[in-house]
């Protein structure tokens, strides 16, 4: 069964410090994708990025990046030079091929202090 | 371009009373979906919807909800009675047409039961 695990709950960072959210994922397919929201206070969940499993390079999108590795089964992400607006709670997510359900890891409460 | 849109923004209800949330998707898209998202937890799947037919309904408490996508467009969830384990956020979210594209969320509806 699928299952994706953000083991940091929260994280707390001083403004224009880099910080990582890890993202560990379980499939059995060969034929997933994987994606991060952003949930800022105000609730709703903000698109950020989708990858599938056959393209396994990192990208950058100004501040934000992410590393891919089907090795590991991991989909970090991180942020360079955090700002105090990139506070919110971070979910990533994966969808398989074969369930065509989108499951949700618990979320990492980032906290960025100016 | 319009996002998916919600209403009631949030909504106070006694136990055993009924409620209903709205969504209307991105324009455009055939997938309509319905999560519950509790309190310091990733979203949840109620239902699934493609055009006005259920894909998957499987995590849906059919005993106290329903929903229904009339003319496959906009859509309604409603909970008869709520109990107070109900409390949470409702997110109505839509794709395009896959079941493994990208999902895009509404605000969500902040339902408090007491």
């Known amino acids: 069964a699928q299952k994706v695990t953000q083991a940091q709950t929260e994280i707390s960072v001083v403004e224009k410090e880099d910080v990582t959210l890890d993202c560990v994922y379980e499939?059995?397919?060969?034929?997933?994708?994987l994606f991060w929201y952003k949930q800022p206070p105000s609730g709703e969940l903000v698109f950020l990025i989708r990858r599938n499993s056959f393209d396994e390079q990192n990208e950058i999108s100004g501040r934000y990046s992410w590393n891919f590795q089907k090795s590991t089964s991991s989909f970090n992400f991180t942020i360079t030079a955090s700002q105090v607006v990139d506070s919110a709670v971070y979910f990533c997510?994966?969808?398989?091929?074969?369930?065509?359900?989108?499951?949700f890891g618990s979320g990492t409460r980032l906290l960025v202090r100016p | 371009e319009a996002g998916v849109a919600q209403s009631p923004r949030y909504k106070i209800i006694e136990k055993r009373q009924s409620v209903a949330f709205w969504c209307n998707p991105i324009s455009g898209h055939a997938t309509l979906y319905w999560y519950q998202q509790i309190l310091g937890q990733g979203p949840k799947l109620l239902i699934q919807?493609?055009?006005?037919?259920?894909?998957?309904d499987s995590q849906l408490p059919k005993d106290r909800f329903s929903a229904e996508r009339l003319k496959g467009v906009d859509s309604t969830l409603k909970i008869q009675p709520a109990k107070l384990e109900d409390s949470a956020v409702y997110l109505c979210?839509?794709?395009?047409?896959?079941?493994?594209?990208?999902?895009?969320f509404g605000p969500g509806t902040r339902l408090t039961v007491l």
């Open positions: 919807f493609q055009n006005n037919g259920v894909v998957d």
């Open positions: 997510a994966l969808i398989e091929d074969s369930s065509y359900k989108l499951i």
């Open positions: 499939t059995r397919d060969t034929t997933y994708y």
């Open positions: 979210a839509s794709s395009f047409s896959l079941l493994t594209d990208t999902q895009y």
